[in-house]
């Protein structure tokens, strides 16, 4: 069976009940957490390595968040001249022929070793672009791509 709710505001909401269901209103529902709640799970000791680290990282904090800020703004600072050097060279992020209106964005996601790349493209123009494919190119020492042509 099929329990159906329509609310004032126009909500339908549906309920799938088994064969068997029972709506006696006198079962007597536990209230409260479930028991299993109140077992105990074994948490392995902390071990001397981790205590060691975790010292580490206490005494060092200010230094630790120093090399962090310094790399971030590092990262920041090679991002920014990356896209003026981008801005300079005349890579348009958007394209306009007499029959081709497209716009492309890049975005990184993630840092450090492994990061992806989001490159959305929209046509802008009013004719349906068909058959294309986007093809790009990087310094194969320093990075392993996949397939070098989306289709």
């Known amino acids: 069976g099929v329990l159906a709710v329509v609310t004032k505001a126009g909500e339908f909401f549906h ?3 088994r064969r068997g269901a029972d709506f ?3 079962i007597n529902l536990a209230i409260g957490p479930p028991a299993e709640q109140s077992v105990r799970i074994s948490i392995p000791p902390k071990t001397q390595l981790y205590m060691e680290h975790a010292q580490r990282e206490k005494d060092s904090c200010v230094q630790m968040h ?3 800020q310094r790399d971030l703004c590092t990262l920041r600072l090679n991002v920014a001249r990356s896209y003026v050097k981008s801005l300079g060279a005349a890579m348009p992020t ?3 022929t007499a029959a081709v209106s497209v716009k492309m964005e890049a975005e990184v996601r993630g840092l450090g070793p492994n990061f992806v790349l989001i490159v959305n493209v929209q046509n ?4 349906p672009l068909v058959g294309l494919a986007l093809i790009y190119s990087a ?3 320093m990075y392993q791509l996949g397939q070098s042509v989306v289709d």
């Open 139 to 141: 310094d194969t020492s």
């Open 124 to 127: 802008t123009g009013p004719v």
């Open 94 to 96: 958007s394209t306009t």
């Open 66 to 68: 120093r090399v962090f």
């Open 24 to 26: 006696d209103a006198s």
């Open 15 to 17: 309920k799938t009940i």
